[in-house]
């Protein structure tokens, strides 16, 4: 049962990225040439207009893929704490 839940939780959240990155790229009209989501990472190869700054899209993809992930997914802020080294 906790495997079925976590495998629900895992597509959920796999497709909720998805949608996150395609919203910050209608509004910063960028065209998604192709995209691979990963377990922990994401490659995309994009066209950003001339206007946007490739820093400036990153900043925006992260930023708000993480806050909303950590909004709507609050039980993954256990598997990803950050380690105390003192």
Do not use: W
Not at 7 to 30: F, N, P, T, Y
Request: aromatic share 10%.
């Amino acid at each position: 049962m906790f495997l079925i839940n976590s495998l629900m939780s895992l597509l959920a959240l796999r497709k909720r990225i998805r949608v996150i990155i395609k919203q910050v790229c209608d509004e910063l009209k960028v065209d998604i040439i192709s995209g691979v989501l990963s377990t922990d990472h994401v490659h995309m190869f994009v066209e950003i207009p001339p206007h946007v700054s490739i820093s400036y899209f990153m900043q925006r993809v992260k930023g708000r893929s993480s806050r909303k992930i950590q909004q709507e997914f609050p039980d993954l802020k256990v598997c990803f704490r950050p380690r105390k080294y003192y």
